[in-house]
């Protein structure tokens, strides 16, 4: 009966993990399509550090997940051989880049929920996923000090940069919610002290972005329901086309070395 | 087309403590704060830096070179400010 | 008075290159030497933006999480010594608008190997082994090159550069390990890369155009053909080494020179490619102008958020 128990127990954090791991790597690839199409130099540079960011949290998750899954699979195996219904990122991960102002927007969203979510989770009782945590929360903190000003600068310069950040807000304002909610597993996992209650967290981060936006004579909105299914495989149809990118070469030529 | 309302930003690296700021190289940004983030990726993806200045380039006052003449070579010339200037006995070999 | 303070200066400057001294951005110049830097300076920094182009294009498709990570730190070097040297090339009195104006419009070069396509991810390893390889040879002399800010730069792009060769040749060797295909693609991508690379040194020392003053005012420091030796002859053991077939059926050790032998490189194309009718020269200038012009509406949000700004501040002086 006991081994029953620790065998649900780390299936779940097994999933949570790749949950996790999936969110940073599918965030990571879009913000990888930046490189070279910046507005200038210097912010195409920036942007890819946040994107390389993203990427080695990938890596950390996945790399705890094949180690804890202990049958061989490696990160890559998690990253490359998955199909879209075995993805699980959240969906606001897999929204096109579009634009300047929606890649902005959509950071400074993150940014805000990763720096009050890292630090909750970096109380985790699982110690290597609270190292992960604390690691990742340092580089959100600095991202949100990049985001923040663009926002305020995008929002009150030009009649035609205000109307894209409002433009963006009405695309992600169906999607933010997600960010709050739990499967069954990872409330689980939250009631072990492993996870972290997202709901508990969504107050504040409301808080911070509608004080934040106001300052720029945005009101922030979200829509009644909120779209959501990123967990249970259900996504937009943007990840398939993302997948078939990113997994071209090893699906391809499977079981090759790189 | 233009980007030049963007300011240019003279970057100065602290590579470890310790030792002086040194010039690295320039950038442009809207405002320091963003000059200074700027020069975080730009100048110190390796980590070679423990602090930054950024100078906005126009508040720089730099010698000239044509005032070398009244400027700079008269300080060539007291050589007493050196310490080969003086030669000691040849009993001490070290001072 | 006024002829002879110019003769004096030139012959300053002509004293400062002779003693080995380097010209630092303040310095008086002969405008020849200031226009063959900018020149040869943003040639070199387009050359690093466009190049982040063809290894872009493998970004999104890098077959393993490591791969991608480091292809994306490298491409975003190749984007910050970019800026290094756009940074160099502004302290002659050109700002980075006309720089860029003048690669768009098509009156500054970048290097021609960005002008082939990137067709396999053997090409990533490939063009970070050689084109790298070869940019490093030529980075390595240009250390000593006689413009200050353009010879530091330098220092600080060749200690970050080595490991780009180096995640090129990793690819490679995995590549040629690897199972009969992926041999085949890293054979194909080398026989490809090889002679364009061999190019990027530029044309033979007795048609090079802008050598000879340059090498007069140490802006160069050895010549095309010297150099161009010196990158076949380190790179012929590392193709040995890959176990793949060489990509010149004329490349032999001469004992008598000491160097390798190597066929004739192909000029024409050189030249076609150059004149803007390679593979590639519309599509890159093309995503670079669309990246700009995309850009425009951000640049422009930042100017007039800066001047609001700056209103602000002044009224409130005011009060």
Redesign the interface.
Known sequence: MKDEINCTELENLTRFLIALGDDSVIYSHRLSEWCSNGPYLEEDIALTNVALDYTGRARLFYQYAAKLEDNGKTEDDIAYLRTEREFTNLLIHELPINDFAFTMLRQYFMDVFYCLYLQALSGSKDESLSAIATKALKESHYHLKRSEPWIKLLAQGTDESRQRILRAQAELENFTGELFLMETWEVQLVDQGIAVDRSLIQLEWERQVSAFLAESNIQFTQTQLQVSGGRCGIHTEHLGHLLSEMQYLQRTYPGMKW | ??????S?YEVFVRSARGLDHKH????????S??AL??AR??YT??SEGVSIWVVEAINIT?S???DVESFIEPMDEKKYRHASHYQLPDKIDNM | MQTVEPLLQEAEFDQKILDEQKIEPRDWMPEAYRKNLIRQMSQHAHSEVIGMQPEGNWITRAPTLRRKAVLLAKIQDEAGHGLYLYSATETLGCTRSELIEALQTGKAKYASIFNYPALTWADVGATGWLVDGAAIVNQIALQRTSYGPYARAMVRICKEESFHQRQGYEIMFALAKGSPQQKQMAQDAMNRIWWPSLMMFGPHDADSAHSSQSMKWKIKRQSNDFLRQKFIDQTIPQIKVLGLDMPDPEIRWNKKRGHYDHGEINWDEFYQVINGQGPCNHQRIKHHKRAHDEGEWVREAVRNYREKQNRRENSTMKK
């Open positions: 087309m233009n980007q030049e309302y963007l240019t690295v190289g320039s950038l442009h940004a809207e405002n704060q963003q983030m700027y990726d730009v993806r390796r730099a000239q070179e044509e």
